[in-house]
């Protein structure tokens, strides 16, 4: 079954298709399940000082400021550096961690720049939304380059959010079930 579903991807791929409902998936399951950069932040064993993400999410309301660009002035990085550099270090591949270190800056992306496209565009859409573990007071711009690279019709957008809202409560669903 991971076999064909993995051809049918690289199949996808090749035809230039970015599953940007499962991009917008694996965002908001990773806000609410994992957030790597955001949660390490706050863990007393990585940072000098416990609570850091919640004084960053204070001054972040104080400036109406993006909350990684907050991040960066404050820290010299951001969740997106932090969460990349930790899931290298845990030994995922370069098309997951390329991605998620880039997805503020898609076009910072060397090697993985439709997926980084894709990430950012699902991570705009979660805070748009209102579906991510730190949403911004504010959604972070999605630049024309994104939408050209992805090449995504407009009017599809409404159609990717809904199918996502499906697939998000499907997952929840199944994650409850265990708890």
Partial sequence: MQELEADEAAA??????????????A???SAVLMQPGDRALDDPALVAEPGTVTDLLRQRQRENELLFRV???????????????LLKKWGLPQNITEPVKSHHNPGAAVKYTLE???VHAADVICNSMGISL????????????VWER????????ENIVQQSE????????????GS
Avoid: N
């Avoid at 972070?140 to 380059?145: F, N, V």
């Avoid at 992805?150 to 957008?157: A, E, S, T, V, Y």
């Fill in 27 to 29: 965002d908001a399951q």
């Fill in 71 to 85: 991040e960066r002035a404050v820290l010299d990085f951001d969740h997106a550096a932090l969460g990349g550099s």
């Fill in 116 to 118: 980084a496209a894709a």
């Fill in 12 to 25: 996808d791929r090749e035809e230039g298709f970015v599953d940007v409902v499962a991009a917008f998936v």
């Fill in 134 to 145: 730190a949403s911004d007071w504010q959604v972070p711009h999605l630049g024309a380059e």
């Fill in 166 to 177: 499906l697939q998000m409560e499907s997952t929840f669903a199944v994650l409850m079930e």
């Fill in 150 to 157: 992805l090449d995504i019709p407009l009017p599809q957008l």
